[in-house]
């Protein structure tokens, strides 16, 4: 069955710090990958996307996520946190050819200790 | 600017009511999807659509049942509510047949049944 796996509900990280979010997905074919941000009474709103080429790919906000195949993995990372990224973070992950149907993980909320 | 606009922002309703969630987009998207959030289940889809007059069951269609007469609305209808429907939902839109376009959120619709 198609899934993604967010192993961590809850994060906290010093502002500064690093940080990395999981995401595993089990899929049948090549994955579409995505990863969105929720902030408090908000939509979501898209980080970044994975589909071909460089498995590093960069969004905004400074984030930044490297697909693994090998893993299963697209864990997202930011090398120096700021007070303004804590928010819920989804990892989904899309089939070519259901445009924009998307299966999503269950979501790591982000706290930032000043 | 892109919008997805949901109705309400808070909607508090009696068991067994009829309830209708609308969305509208204003980007000319075919694609329209209702999602049902959850602490520690993240997003689940609930319906979609295509294109006007077109629905697809979604990952979780008991209970609800979906209207699209124009192109730019989106309705979520449930028809007897109960209070397992007690939830926050998101309604997003996208371009057809495109995975790699991003969906875009309305800011969601937080339902309490009581």
């Known amino acids: 069955a198609q899934s993604v796996t967010q192993p961590d509900i809850h994060i906290t990280v010093s502002e500064g710090a690093s940080l990395e979010l999981r995401c595993n997905y089990s899929?049948?074919?090549?994955?579409?990958l995505f990863w969105y941000v929720q902030s408090p009474g908000q939509g979501l709103q898209l980080l970044l996307k994975?589909?071909?080429?460089?498995?590093l790919v960069q969004g905004i906000k400074g984030f930044e996520a490297e697909f693994k195949r090998s893993q299963s993995s697209f864990n997202l990372r930011k090398p120096s946190v700021h007070w303004s990224d804590a928010a819920e973070y989804f990892c989904?992950?899309?089939?070519?050819?259901?445009?924009?149907?998307?299966?999503f993980g269950q979501g790591t909320e982000l706290s930032v200790k000043p | 600017d892109v919008k997805v606009t949901q109705s309400s922002r808070y909607l508090v309703k009696r068991t067994g009511e009829k309830v209708f969630l609308e969305c509208v987009q204003d980007?000319?998207?075919?694609?329209m999807f209702w999602y049902r959030q959850d602490p520690g289940l993240g997003l689940r889809l609930i319906y979609f659509?295509?294109?006007?007059?077109?629905?697809e069951k979604g990952d979780i269609p008991e209970g609800y049942s979906v209207s699209r007469e124009k192109k730019e609305r989106f309705s979520l209808i449930l028809e007897s509510a109960s209070t397992n429907q007690t939830s926050m939902y998101l309604c997003a839109s996208g371009r057809a047949l495109a995975t790699n376009e991003k969906l875009f959120f309305g800011s969601g619709t937080q339902l309490s049944v009581l």
């Open positions: 980007m000319d998207h075919e694609n």
């Open positions: 994975y589909f071909s080429g460089d498995t």
């Open positions: 899929y049948g074919a090549t994955p579409y």
């Open positions: 989904a992950v899309g089939p070519y050819n259901q445009g924009g149907k998307l299966i």
């Open positions: 659509s295509y294109d006007v007059k077109m629905k």
